[in-house]
């Protein structure tokens, strides 16, 4: 073998981004994704390992070095269906997955000296790009079980244990409450990072492999999960953890705040960001500010500064290193003039006669010993009590699972902050019901609710197949 | 899926009725629910009560009033159009029980969700009393219905051209100082329940209070999802933050922060106007564009 990896470079190729200047005022993507040049060098560098740890990093365990040596090799269906084979959303997941502490942090040659882990995420963005591009191929499907599973929720895990299921024989059909599939990646996550045409050619594939999508349906409400399980073998919860937070200070209520929640999903999933041509207003502020420190928070104050919001400030009560948002999101939010007020945490918001928002109240913090969870715990200085003036607030702080659907099916056990208790395998309290993604663990990431929806779609098939 | 409309007519003008094939809501719906509809692509999601409803021929009835950009393009549509969304029953169920008396109040366009409310309380075995109201004969609607919906039903015009001259909270007022006692002398009124604009439904909570009388009423703030995930429609209930969609709609009437909810529903009035506008200019645009005969 004359393989000689030193004689490789080090450093993968930076990926073209939309220049700040230009994309602080427009909704296109900043991120432009790797050349066909730039994706067949950066797979080159990759060792091929024989006992590739990348692998372990991926909950949803893509095989990395097959996918990456069909790059090299320049054969990109092959390398699309490799992808495809585990990954049904993999243009998604090149694009927001954290890889930083996922594939990409357990690839041996970031380990080394100045060495870049493989681009694992940009290389899966640019063939699952191209084969959107050329048209999706489907996959030969076994006979149909004649089994039938019902999935509530079209979010990352609701998807997934859909196409996984769908891929077994099964029929499956998935009931959503919005009249659009994809959970976050269409209300949430701003076109910018993950363009809506992106999502709906991945939803398209799911289709295509037979699922049936029943959107405008919530369930508990049209259809509690007992009827559901009345007609179908066993159903799936993949309903996420969309109840926003709020402070719980005086002046939330008024004209001006929103949750980070009803401010993405007006831009987003209503394209507010194009009224009038679009029904749905938005209000754009001259003074922004957001009230949170993770990808959330971040994603709004980008959003608010591309509506034209004059000058957007994040207000956070912890210092720079304890930001939860992504250091890649963190540095465009800067590039793009976004301003940190770190170390600072709102009291009160104050409004005008009118009752519309005219600043918030915030104290100084600082850190003092970590605490249990190894996690710094803010204090607030006395007598640093100031006003920051806003005409615009947006509370990102998180959100919990929302009850709508554990409310009305007796007998599914429901932990602390309602998320539903289940088992390694999804199974939960209550027979022929599974559960994962955000309503397990609260919110998590993409890639973790797949892994969640591919595990429970194993345990699905085990369980309809003993019936 | 599309929904498609059987039926639509003008009730009186500006007011509509639509009949719309809705099989898998008609089956669940129950008095006091609403759905959230989208007409197309480019569509608001709006919350419309619903009026009326029918599991066997799977169809629900919406009644709107054509304020703003999204309800006069409702209004535009015809039977045999069809609307992109349709999601519902939302919000929880009228409690419907014997109570006793119960006095229904609707106004305006509040008579529509008042219907049904008032249907199942009278079949639940209670005395309904309804007072139902409008700024003029002409704008009045369902008389027949409520008519026969309630025990006893009691009509207001602001303009004195049909039933009391003045309004619903003046009946109400009557009907709890001077006409309903049982053998007791005692007030026999269990409750009331009062749907319409919010100056009207906080007037029947002034109204009732001193008379102790539980009432309740349908709140409808801005709501986008329905479903409790945004929080556009928190409304402040006994100084809790509630989110209507999912908590309500309907509350206590003693409780709300009737305030904060019309200011709330305030907050995109520019935005309401600069639509309109928009929407009147292309609709101009359309009509010049067309050969004149
Ligand atoms: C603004 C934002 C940015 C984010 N950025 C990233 C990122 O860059 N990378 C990353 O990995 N993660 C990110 N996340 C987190 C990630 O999006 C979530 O962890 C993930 O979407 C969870 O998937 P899920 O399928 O469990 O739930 P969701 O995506 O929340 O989907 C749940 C679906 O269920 C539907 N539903 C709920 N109740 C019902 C019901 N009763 N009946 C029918 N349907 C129902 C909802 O409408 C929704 O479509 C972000 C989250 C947000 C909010
Ligand atoms: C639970 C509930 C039930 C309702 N039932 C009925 C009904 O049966 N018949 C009826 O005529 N109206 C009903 N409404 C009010 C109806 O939703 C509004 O009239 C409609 O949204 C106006 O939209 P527009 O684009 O035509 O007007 P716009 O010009 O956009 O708005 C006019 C006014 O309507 C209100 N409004 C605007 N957007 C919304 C929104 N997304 N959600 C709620 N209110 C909004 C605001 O006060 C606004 O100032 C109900 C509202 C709620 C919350
Ligand atoms: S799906 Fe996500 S974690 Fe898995 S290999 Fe792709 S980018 Fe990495
Ligand atoms: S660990 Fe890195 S170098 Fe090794 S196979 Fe995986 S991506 Fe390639
Ligand atoms: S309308 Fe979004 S939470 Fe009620």
């Known amino acids: ?467 | 899926m599309s929904f498609t409309i059987l039926q639509k007519r003008e009730l009186v003008p500006t007011l509509h009725q639509m009949e719309i094939n809705a099989p898998r809501v008609a089956r669940k719906a129950m008095p006091g629910q609403f759905v959230i509809l989208r007409i197309d692509e480019y569509g608001e999601r709006i919350p419309l009560t619903i009026a009326d409803f029918d599991a066997q021929a799977g169809t629900i009835t919406l009644i709107f009033q054509e304020i703003g950009k999204t309800t006069r393009q409702l209004a535009s549509l015809a039977a045999g159009d069809s609307i992109a969304d349709v999601a519902g029953p939302l919000g929880n169920p009228s409690a419907i029980e014997k109570f006793g008396t119960v006095v229904c109040v609707g106004g305006g366009v509040g008579i529509a969700p008042i219907f049904p409310i008032a249907r199942a309380l009278k079949s639940a075995g209670n005395r309904v009393i309804s007072v139902i109201g409008a700024r003029s004969a002409d704008i009045l609607f369902w008389e027949d219905r409520m008519n026969e919906a309630s025990s006893e039903l009691y009509i207001t015009t602001d303009d004195g051209t049909k039933g009391h001259h003045g309004f619903v909270t003046d009946v109400v007022q009557n009907l709890l100082e001077h006409g309903e006692h049982d053998e007791h002398g005692e007030r026999a009124i269990d409750r009331v329940i009062a749907i319409g604009p919010p100056v009207m439904m906080r007037a029947v909570a002034g109204v009732t209070k001193p008379f102790g009388v539980r009432t309740v009423v349908s709140l409808n703030p801005i709501m986008v999802d329905g479903t409790g995930m945004c929080g556009a429609c928190r409304v402040l209930v006994g100084g809790v933050t509630k989110f209507a969609c999912v908590d309500g709609p309907e509350f206590d009437a003693h409780e709300v922060d009737f305030t904060l909810l019309m200011s709330r529903l305030a907050m995109y009035l520019p935005e309401e106007k600069e639509a309109l506008d928009c929407d009147l200019r292309s609709s101009v645009g359309e009509a010049a564009a067309e050969p004149t005969v």
């Open chain 1, 1 to 467: 073998m004359n393989t000689e990896p030193e004689a490789k470079p080090k450093k993968r190729p930076e990926m073209a981004k939309q220049p700040p200047s230009a994309r602080r005022s427009n909704f296109n993507e900043v991120a432009l994704g790797y050349d066909r040049e730039e994706a067949v060098a950066e797979a080159k560098r990759c060792l091929d390992c024989k006992k590739p740890l990348c692998i372990d990093g991926c909950p949803v365990g893509v095989n990395i070095p097959l996918f990456v040596r069909q790059i090299a090799e320049e054969d990109f269906d092959a390398a699309a269906r490799t992808l495809k084979s585990t990954n049904s959303l993999p243009a998604i997941c090149g694009r927001v997955c954290p890889q930083e502490t996922q594939c990409e942090a357990v690839c041996v040659l970031g380990k080394k000296k100045d060495g870049d882990p493989i681009a694992i995420g940009g290389l899966e963005r640019f063939v699952a790009d191209y084969e959107i591009a050329k048209g999706t191929t489907i996959p030969d499907l076994p006979e149909p079980t004649g089994r039938r599973v019902a999935v509530v929720g079209a979010g990352p895990a609701g998807l997934t244990a859909a196409a996984e299921l769908a891929k077994m024989g099964h029929a499956v059909t998935i009931f959503e409450s919005l009249h659009s599939a994809g959970g976050v990646l269409v209300y949430g996550i701003p076109e910018f990072r993950l363009p809506k045409s992106i999502v709906a050619a991945e939803v398209d594939f799911i289709r295509k492999l037979g699922v049936d999508i029943c959107l405008n349906s919530v369930i508990g409400k049209i259809d509690t999960v007992d009827e559901l399980l009345g007609e179908y073998d066993a159903v799936f919860l993949g309903t996420g953890a969309g109840l926003p937070s709020f402070l719980r200070i005086d002046g939330e209520n008024l004209n001006g705040v929103y949750s980070a929640n009803e401010f993405l999903t007006r831009v987003n999933l209503m394209k507010a960001y194009l009224f009038p041509e679009f029904d749905t207003p938005i209000k754009k502020g001259s003074r922004t500010i957001v009230v949170g420190g993770g990808n959330v928070a971040m994603d709004a104050a980008r959003c608010a500064l591309r509506l034209g919001a004059g000058n957007v400030t994040i207000v956070y009560r912890r210092g720079e290193d304890e930001l939860p948002a992504r250091a890649e999101e963190v540095v465009n939010a800067k590039e793009e003039g976004i301003i940190f007020r770190l170390l600072t945490n709102p009291i009160r918001i104050l409004g005008d006669e009118n009752n519309w928002v005219t600043g918030i109240e915030c104290i100084n913090m600082e850190l003092c010993e970590p605490d249990e969870s190894g996690r710094c715990r803010p204090e607030p200085v006395p007598e640093t009590e100031h006003t920051i003036p806003a005409d615009l607030v947006i509370i990102a702080i998180g959100t919990s699972p929302n009850p709508l659907v554990t409310i009305a099916t007796p007998g599914l056990e429901t932990a602390r902050y309602g998320t539903i208790v289940a088992d390694e395998a999804g199974a939960t309290s209550k027979p022929g019901v599974f559960a994962g993604g955000d309503i397990v663990t609260g919110s998590a990431t993409v890639i973790s609710a797949m892994g969640a929806g591919k595990v429970a779609s194993r345990a699905i098939d085990e369980y309809i197949r003993r019936i």
